[in-house]
């Protein structure tokens, strides 16, 4: 009785798997392999041409970036760039560091324009002169000569006559320092703020440098993760299934796995 049911089961199987079961088709290629298992409605009246509809199981994968959208985010803010390529535990450095250079930039050129304002509010009480609107070679003059006297009179052995200034106080160009030390005063302030100025360039400067840098490091991180996703590409298996139609109506299911086996 046993052997009867087997019997029955091993002749039952063939059956159902030539009526039933998908034709399995394998495609070898050079460095990848695609195995296709189709299933169809049996109709051997009609000759089929199947069209493949969208995938049932579209890609999820990551997908590969854009380098030069990285460059432009991190000319932006450094550190954006790295994190869109996904490697902001990197961009968080160039972040940090323009924060710390813009305070230093801001707080440069405060102090910088604080000190010059200082010191010419100081040549206006000691040297009785007129600083507004005045341009760096006054200012230069104002902190090297006691008085435009002795300025003019420099000038006038020198032969420059267009650097000689008027003499009467109305012109607002009249200054005289009581004392040596004081024009010292003004003249190492003034220094000073020229000094502060130059520091704040050169801030500005490392502040390109470092859009730069987190530009450069942002495409970098790009090319190794569309690299990473090409390798994954090439080592994991690829599964599809896709819906084939004929004549306007399902005709049967298409499985498609394809890699490197």
């Known amino acids: 009785m046993k052997s009867t049911k ?19 088709t394998a495609q070898t290629e050079t460095a990848a392999a695609i195995v296709r298992l189709e299933l169809r409605q049996p109709d051997p009246g009609i000759a089929t041409s199947a069209a493949p509809a969208p995938s049932l199981f579209p890609e ?18 450094p550190g954006m760039g790295e994190l869109y390529a996904g490697r902001f535990d990197a961009g968080i450095y160039p ?7 813009w305070t230093g930039f801001g707080g440069l050129h405060y102090y910088s324009s604080w000190v010059r304002n200082d010191a010419y509010g100081y040549a206006d009480l000691h040297a009785g002169a007129s600083t507004e609107g005045k341009d760096e070679r006054f200012y230069a003059a104002l902190g090297n000569y006691r008085s435009v006297r002795e300025h003019n009179a420099v000038k ?26 004081e024009r010292l005063t003004f003249k190492d302030q003034r220094i000073s703020a020229d000094e502060l100025s130059n ?10 440098a470092n859009r730069i840098w987190s530009g450069v490091q942002a495409a970098l991180f790009v090319r190794r993760h ?4 090409d390798q994954k590409a090439g080592l994991f298996p690829e599964f599809r299934a896709d819906v084939l139609t004929r004549n306007g ?8 796995l394809q890699g490197r086996f």
């Open 6 to 24: 087997l019997f029955r089961a091993g002749l039952t199987l063939p059956l159902l798997l030539m009526l039933c079961v998908p034709v399995l």
């Open 60 to 77: 999820s994968a990551p997908e590969k970036k854009s380098g030069l959208l990285a460059v432009v985010y991190s000319l932006l803010l």
């Open 95 to 101: 972040l940090v560091a323009e924060g710390v250079l």
């Open 156 to 181: 006038l052995v020198e032969r420059n006559l267009s650097a000689l200034y008027p003499e009467d106080a109305a012109s607002g160009y009249a200054w005289e320092w009581a004392t040596d030390a």
């Open 199 to 208: 520091g704040a360039s050169f801030v500005a400067l490392a502040l390109i």
């Open 226 to 229: 569309n690299a990473a996703l």
């Open 249 to 256: 109506r399902t005709d049967g299911v298409r499985f498609t």
